[in-house]
């Protein structure tokens, strides 16, 4: 398969996930014989720095110009309290809403090497394997915002079609096919219209799919489930500020949220970014996650059907991982490892997992080849 690429790295720690990402990618087309081609742009502070601009238009004809867009961070605290309308982080949400990217996927995963690393208990999180899905071009975030010149009064108006609703459930139901045949919607239908809308149309469309079960959880009751019995969730289907908090909620049984990815889903277009921030203060120092991009990258080869070569990916992740080939978040005690080893790591693995699939100990980090 041939692939064409648009690479945003962004701020930040952007740069340096998003370069063990395209490692990782580098390898398994090496392995699979694929073709995957890079072109890079500007986005964010980066980007407005540059052009003035935190989404110039080379930027966003380069993502509507090819296959799929790998993204890294977005964001920088000289913008946060700066005066001025112009901020990194629009050109992430004008970029959403251009590409018509309404499905953000999140998938969140215990790794048994890690139960201990998470603030939640073992018994509680072990097995836990979710996937949420949250509208992201409508709701309240998308809705005509008002703001009195005296600041007295402020409103954020909430508005959901039924199209809207239905276009993302159908890929919510669909995905619950291939996992555990469960959809959770999380709504607040005993307050909004809104909710009420949702839950009415994601009824009807469940008769569609008579295999996968249906439950409702109100957002409040849902948010105390995702820590009291995370396991009880497959997938999650949600609205866009519901989704938000939920799923960043979620980030957190883990034990670090360098490791979730996620994707951004549309009609034509699809992009692929870690969940996490652009963590300036750890820019240059080698000290962040990498895993997060990388996942987000099989993530990207699922979207295309390349099954096997994400597993690949994944399975090299859960090596590291268990090998304690891991950045800094993640309390690793013996010599320091850096984003570009585990990165390194990750990618030998993918091209040589008979060698790398070894005892941490008879392994050199630097090379990650035996010695």
Known sequence: MELK???????????????????????????????????????????IDKAGSP?????????????????????????????GSVRPEQGLLKMRKELELFANVRPVKAFEALL????????LIKGVDISIYRELTGGIYFGKKETKEDGSY???????????IERIAHLAFKAAMGRRKKVTLID??????????????????????PEVSLDFLYVDNAAMQMILN???????????????????????????????????????????????????????????NPIAAILSAAMLLEHFGLFEEA??????????????????????????????????FIADFISNPEDSNRNFSNIHIGQSTII
């Open 5 to 47: 690429i648009a690479v945003l790295p962004g701020d930040g720690i952007g740069p340096e996930v998003t370069t063990q990402a395209i490692k990782a990618l580098n390898a398994i087309a090496l392995e699979f014989d694929h073709k995957f081609t890079y072109k890079q742009a500007d986005i964010g502070a980066v980007a």
């Open 55 to 83: 989404l110039p238009d080379e930027t966003l004809e380069l993502c509507k110009t090819s296959d799929a867009i790998l993204f890294g961070a977005i964001g920088h605290p000289k913008y946060d309290n700066a005066e």
């Open 116 to 123: 201990d690393h998470s603030p939640l208990k073992r018994h």
């Open 154 to 164: 402020a409103s954020d108006l909430c508005e959901y079609s039924a199209e809207e």
């Open 188 to 209: 607040k239908a005993n307050v909004l219209d809104t909710s009420r809308l949702w839950r009415k149309k994601v009824t009807e469309l469940a008769k569609s799919y």
């Open 230 to 288: 995370p396991r009880q969730f497959d997938v999650i289907l949600t609205e866009n500020m519901f989704g938000d908090i939920i799923s960043d909620e979620a980030s957190v049984i883990g034990g670090s949220i360098g490791l979730l990815p996620s994707a951004s889903i549309g009609k034509n277009y699809a992009l692929f970014e870690p969940i996490h921030g652009s963590y300036p203060q750890a820019t240059g120092q080698g000290i962040a």
């Open 311 to 344: 597993e690949t990916v994944k399975e090299a992740v859960e090596r590291s991982l268990k090998l304690g080939i891991t950045t800094p978040d993640l309390g690793v005690k013996h010599e320091r490892i850096t984003t570009e080893k585990v990165g390194d």
